[in-house]
T-cell receptor, first 113, second 111 residues
Framework: NAGVTQTPKFRVLKTGQSMTLLCAQD?????MYWYRQDPGMGLRLIHY???????AKGEVPDGYNVSRLKKQNFLLGLESAAPSQTSVYFC????????????FGNGTRLTVT | DAKTTQPNSMESNEEEPVHLPCNHS???????IHWYRQLPSQGPEYVIH?????VNNRMASLAIAEDRKSSTLILHRATLRDAAVYYC????????????WGAGTKLIIKP
């Protein structure tokens, strides 16, 4: 099993450029999440989805959009990148919430200059 | 918000047991206690979780205080590969799926 796969692994953007981060999971999980992690800090939730076709805002949603057109994929978009969005982005999925562990990808390291 | 408190760092010798503490005094009755660890340049990895009773799996044990206001992750025999940042988090059912991640405990293993 591949688990949770994130692409790309690294990316450098100039301010104002756009990009899409792709997350794919092969575990048939309903719940998917996008987090960001800044140096020395814990993870902060950007957006999440509780099933195909649904999305919701997390703690830090500004400047990001998401889509979940297929159950296995969760896309994170940056329409106009800003230096404050320089971070490591992690995608996660889970079967349920509370009594279900999160499964994480290995992250996308994004630098915005 | 359901929050946890952990020491910033701990050191342990290789092949000795490690006890990683976590305080969660505001825990509610339906909150699960989860532990994850994060190795350098990797995503967090699930370690163990529990609700009220102590739990064991192949990676670790979780000891939960009777009043559930604290818990301890136990690595029975630490190896160099266990050096990581360990996060203790709660999963509140009324939080709209938002888990509060602190800075965790950086575990240093001395050979």
């Amino acid at each position: 099993n591949a688990g949770v796969t994130q692409t790309p692994k690294f990316r450098v953007l100039k301010t104002g450029q756009s990009m899409t981060l792709l997350c794919a999971q092969d575990m048939n999980h309903e719940y998917m999440y996008w987090y960001r992690q800044d140096p020395g800090m814990g993870l902060r939730l950007i957006h999440y989805s509780v099933g195909e076709g649904t999305t919701a805002k997390g703690e830090v949603p500004d400047g990001y959009n998401v889509s979940r057109l297929k159950k296995q994929n969760f896309l994170l978009g940056l329409e106009s990148a800003a230096p404050s969005q320089t971070s490591v982005y992690f995608c996660a999925s889970s079967y349920g919430f509370g009594n279900s562990p999160l499964h994480f990808g290995n992250g996308t390291r994004l630098t915005v200059t | 918000d359901a929050k946890t408190t952990q020491p910033n760092s701990m050191e342990s010798n290789e092949e000795e047991p490690v006890h990683l503490p976590c305080n969660h005094s505001t825990i509610s009755g339906t909150d699960y206690i989860h532990w994850y660890r994060q190795l350098p340049s990797q995503g967090p990895e699930y370690v163990i979780h529990g609700l009220t009773s102590n739990v064991n799996n192949r990676m670790a044990s979780l000891a939960i205080a009777e009043d559930r206001k604290s818990s301890t992750l136990i690595l029975h025999r630490a190896t160099l590969r266990d050096a990581a940042v360990y996060y203790c988090i709660l999963t509140p059912m009324d939080s709209n799926y938002q888990l509060i991640w602190g800075a965790g405990t950086k575990l240093i293993i001395k050979p």
